[in-house]
């Protein structure tokens, strides 16, 4: 495979602009000691069981690692609970009546839960999980809007030793069943609806229509949160069950499961290179222990910080750093139903002003929607109260970086520009606010303890200059497996070179100074606005519809979302292509996949250029789409398709 072409990289390996810590900042940060990245190099065992005894244990481990490639396990013979750890471990002390999470609906309406309060719902819900037949190991399906039941469900599967799978809400149905079976959960918990731009998402009618085939479901548990008449609820006797009706029965008291370090926590699904997406499997120990320190260290948290990461949960990074990672801390964590622009375009900032939020996390997709609609937005408020920023999810440019910087961080506040996977489970590159010289671009270095490399296609290290990025040692919060799909878990990640070192899918540089500078996938996976989608998926999805016989689908830059999807499809003979047609097609990907996958442009191709032996030059595809001139196409089968391809696509965008 050639080194993957990135352009501006170039452009940004001349960035040089740097950024020290704050000197206020380093004085009181959690990590201060330089040296940290060496001491734990040189025993990342050591450094990691540091972090594990900070938390709760029922029993020591004791073993720190079992590394047979490319199979780890952490912390042996150790138990644990996650929600005592997230939960109860922070009744004792002041911290019972400390806010845990500071919830406001889009409408506006808000609630407040202390650690008490927390403790109280998450026990409720799981006295009444274990009512309803879910026992140790069994899955739950959570399908939901960013409220604080989802919080308090996953909490409560974590403490009854069940392992939930949460669903992103802009999903569809369709994609929902098809989680609901791969892992055969028994329970659903969903809403009646959540809110988007003052509109409703009707949850319960699309998790109903999923709900058609999922046989392995016994019971469906319903938040209220809309009511009204906008997303009217069907109950089915005996199936569904209203959440506050189940909670007014169920005992408060449920004792916690004493879990292995190695049981699964939770399956996460994200997209990958086939059509069907992987359960990404996390278990218990290792997963707490990253979050848990990574959450401490990259963001500096103390105990007065007020904490918003913006992700939502259907997502790893609001698994990791909404709950997780957060709550293991104590921390007090801002959640928020609704979209930034509403129902004005400084929702946030306001958010950030009332209060008084001090740790702001988001993602570069966000940040650059922010810099579109203006300063003024920002400007309006008193952003004083912050004193860290973060990205995660893709790479952030330069002059996002900068906006960031200076229109939200008031050249203030150090920029964290996290990078890592559903897969890693936990942050692995980036800087330390206390210590790291930030440069605009990088996520700089790999956090203590964590082994990241360039390689090429060939395995060949890369000390300077770019390549694939390669992580070479086990790490705790790595992934365990794909549900269901062991050959896959090896396959996917671990065969590129030697089974000991994962392939990230990443294409990435290294700096002289030894920094890293992410350049987005080099697989068949794309990222827009920051989320996972698998052309695969997208094709399949086209390619169900009856009038299409091909489809291609690329990722081609876009201003905001970073890429954009274009699909090239080729129609059935006879069929004719119209605008109707554009809007038939975008709707069935959303029906199929969920909105989040729906593309962007549609061609129509009268042909797909392929090679002799009938390949789809997905590079050409991606030239025509970002209007660059078309490389080499002498391997072409018919080279006058591409010809033909450009004029069409410049038609479809006049
Ligand atoms: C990309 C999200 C550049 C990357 C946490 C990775 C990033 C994929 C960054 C994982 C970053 C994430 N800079 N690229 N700071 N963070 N990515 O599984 O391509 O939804 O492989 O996890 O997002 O996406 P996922």
Redesign the pocket.
């Known amino acids: 495979m050639p080194e993957p072409k990135h352009p501006e990289i170039d452009d940004l390996l001349r960035e040089n602009r740097s950024f020290p810590p704050p000197a206020g900042l380093a004085a009181s940060a959690n990590v201060r000691d330089p040296g940290v990245y060496e001491k734990a190099a040189s025993d990342p065992e050591t450094f990691w069981a540091g972090f594990a005894r900070e938390l709760d244990w029922y029993t020591p481990w004791t073993r720190v690692l079992d590394w047979q490639p490319p199979h780890a396990r952490w912390f042996l013979g150790g138990t644990l609970n996650a929600c005592v750890n997230c939960v109860d471990r922070h009744l004792d002390g002041p911290r019972r009546d400390k806010p845990a999470i500071v919830w406001e609906g889009e409408p506006g309406d808000s609630r407040t839960l202390t650690y008490a309060d927390l403790h109280r719902e998450v026990s409720t819900f799981a006295s009444v999980l274990k009512g309803l037949g879910v026992r140790r190991g069994d899955r739950v399906a959570l399908y939901m809007p960013l409220v604080p039941e989802l919080a308090i469900a996953m909490l409560a599967c974590a403490r009854i030793g069940a392992v939930h799978s949460v669903v992103f809400g802009g999903f569809s149905a369709e994609s929902l069943r098809g989680r609901i079976n791969d892992a055969q959960a028994t329970v659903l918990v969903t809403a009646d609806g959540g809110w988007r731009r003052g509109s409703v998402v009707p949850l319960k009618q699309m998790a109903d229509e999923a709900l058609g085939g999922t046989p392995s479901i016994r019971h469906v548990v319903v938040v209220r949160r809309t009511g009204g008449s906008e997303a009217p609820v069907r109950m089915s006797r005996g199936r569904d069950h209203w959440y506050h009706e189940l909670m007014q029965e169920a005992s408060a008291e449920c004792e916690p499961e004493r879990m292995d370090a190695e049981d699964m926590l939770y399956v996460l699904y994200?997209s990958g290179t086939t059509g069907k997406p992987k359960g990404i499997v996390h278990t218990t120990g290792g997963y707490l222990t990253q979050v848990y320190a990574t959450t401490k260290w990259v963001f500096d948290l103390k105990d007065d910080d007020v904490y918003w990461c913006t992700a939502d949960i259907g997502?790893?990074?609001g698994h990791s750093y909404v709950v997780y990672g957060p709550l293991a801390n104590g921390a007090t964590v801002v959640m928020y139903e609704g979209a930034p622009d509403w129902p004005g375009r400084d929702r946030f900032w306001d958010i950030v002003e009332r209060l008084k939020v001090t740790i702001f996390y988001t993602a570069p997709t966000a940040i650059r929607a922010f810099m579109r609609w203006g300063d003024q937005w920002p400007g309006k408020h008193n952003l004083g109260s912050l004193r860290l920023l973060g990205?995660?999810?893709?790479?952030?440019n330069p002059e996002a970086w900068i906006w960031y910087h200076r229109h939200i961080g008031g050249d203030r506040c150090p920029i964290v520009?996290?990078?890592?996977?559903?897969?890693t489970g936990a942050i692995m590159i980036t800087p330390l606010p206390g210590l790291t010289h930030t440069k605009p671009g990088s996520?700089t270095r790999a956090f203590p303890g964590i082994s990241a490399e360039i390689r090429t296609s060939e395995g060949a290290p890369v000390e300077v200059g770019g390549g694939l990025l390669a992580l070479t040692r086990p790490w705790p919060s790595m992934l365990r497996g794909i549900y269901g799909d062991p050959e896959r878990y090896v396959s996917q990640y671990w065969s590129r070179w030697t089974n000991d070192v994962y392939f990230?899918?990443?294409g990435a540089k290294r700096d002289g100074s030894g920094f890293f500078w992410?350049l987005?996938?080099v697989d068949d996976v794309l990222?827009v606005a920051g989320?996972?989608i698998g052309t695969m998926e997208v094709e399949s999805a086209l390619v169900d519809h009856p009038q299409v016989a091909e489809a291609a689908v690329v990722g081609r830059a876009h201003e905001i979302k970073g890429q954009a999807l274009a699909a090239f499809v080729t129609v059935k003979e006879g069929t004719p292509t119209s605008d109707a047609l554009v809007a038939e097609l975008k709707a069935h990907v959303a029906k199929k996949i969920g909105v989040v996958a729906r593309p962007d442009d549609i061609i129509f191709a009268a042909d797909l250029p392929k090679t002799r032996s009938g390949k789809i030059m997905r590079r050409l595809l991606r030239d025509i789409a970002e209007g660059k001139t078309v490389g080499d196409t002498t391997t072409l089968a018919d080279p006058a398709v591409v010809a033909k391809l450009k004029d069409q696509y410049r038609s479809v965008e006049e």
């Not at 520009?417 to 897969?423: A, I, M, N």
């Open positions: 994200t997502w790893v990074t990205s995660v999810g893709e790479p952030i520009d996290t990078w890592w996977q559903t897969e996520a990230t899918g990443d992410l987005g996938r990222n989320h996972r």
